[in-house]
């Protein structure tokens, strides 16, 4: 088993940043792929953004390309989503997932509450 614990997130207003940490334990981070999904009430969950294992490779949805940073600290067993210049439409819980490859993240967190106040 991996577990993913995800801590960050909490109520900032629009225009704030916030940083969003994922720490995994049960085997090493240092190969997996990493990525972040956010899921509002109601809707379908939807991908944020991801990162290689060696942190050399991103890749953002257009909605947050150019305000988040995905992240990668190998020898901390951590990823991180460094979000800036927050909108109201962040708001969503956010979760970390991992795997062999970006293309199959199944192992997840447990989610962390982004809520962006306007």
């Known amino acids: 088993q991996v577990q993913l614990v995800e801590s960050g997130g909490g109520l900032v207003q629009a225009g704030g940043s916030l940083r969003l940490s994922c720490a995994a334990s049960?085997?090493?981070?240092?190969?997996?792929?990493m990525g972040w999904f956010r899921q509002a009430p109601g809707k379908e969950r939807e991908f944020v953004a991801d990162i290689n294992w060696s942190g050399t490779n991103t890749y953002y949805a257009d909605s947050v390309k150019g305000r988040f940073t995905i992240s990668r600290d190998n020898a901390k067993n951590t990823g991180y989503l460094q979000m800036n210049s927050l909108k109201p439409e962040d708001t969503a819980v956010y979760y970390c997932?991992?795997?062999?490859?970006?293309?199959?993240?199944?192992?997840w967190g447990q989610g962390t509450q982004v809520t962006v106040s306007s």
């Open positions: 049960g085997r090493t981070f240092s190969r997996y792929a």
């Open positions: 997932a991992a795997g062999d490859r970006t293309v199959d993240l199944n192992y």
